[in-house]
């Protein structure tokens, strides 16, 4: 059997392995780790539906990715994960061209940013991070099961470590703000979700998986000060504790 480590690419992981007449709904496709989710399963013969909330970069991703692979098979799709109705708007759109759906990695993520909320009430690293995630799972759902097997990605992060989820506020309606724990409390949520949903669809051929994808330089650092890193890195539990 092959063995990968740290210092294996995308694209040996995947080669020799086809995807045609498969599709995979990648969202957060405007950069970092999901333009190159997108490149990496286009390359292997996928559909690959990219999904992110501003146009002009969706447009240019897809661009940049026909460029390099003028045969790719890609399909761009607007969301914004901070608003219910925009989801329900591109679940739509998606399983009116797509049907079965072998794939869906959702990636998109915010680490670290001040105190918003939504229109909708709620905080911003929650909503975007892990509660759109859950009901564009719940919408696409259908066209998962009919792809059979079909798999769901939840990238989650080592992030976990810095905080349990609150279920009793996870809005931050009633604690004082902090960034790091708000983070923390979203990707232990990707985490309880993916277990969660792997459990209630196995038995229909719906597997999902929760990805730490590794340290990687990327734009998700973006809301990150001076301080925030040590700040974020004294939360973890001691090795052995985890
Ligand atoms: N990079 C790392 O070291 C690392 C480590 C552990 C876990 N992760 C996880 O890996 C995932 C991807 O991270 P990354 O490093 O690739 O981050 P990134 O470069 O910041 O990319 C995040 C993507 O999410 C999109 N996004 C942000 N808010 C959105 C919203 N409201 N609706 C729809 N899309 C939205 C962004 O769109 P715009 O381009 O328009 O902003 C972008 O396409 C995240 O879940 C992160 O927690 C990353």
Redesign the pocket.
Known sequence: MQRFDQTSTADQVIEGISLENTHAVV????????IETCRVLAGAGATVIMV???GA?LREVKEQILLQQPEAKLRAQR????DFGSIHRAAAEILLCHSAIKRLVN?????ACPLVRTAQGFEMQFV??HL?HVLLTGLLAPALVDATPGRVVN?????HQFAPFNFSDPNYNGRDDDKGQSYGES?TANILFTVGLDARTRALGLRAFAV?????A???S?HKGDGDYDTLMARRPAAGAR
Do not use: F
């Open positions: 969202t957060g496709a405007t950069s970092g780790l999901g992110a909330c501003d970069k969301m914004d994960l901070t990636n998109p993520g915010v680490m975007t991070n759109g990238l989650s992060s080592a992030g990707k730490h994808p590794g340290v990687i990327t734009n998700l973006r």
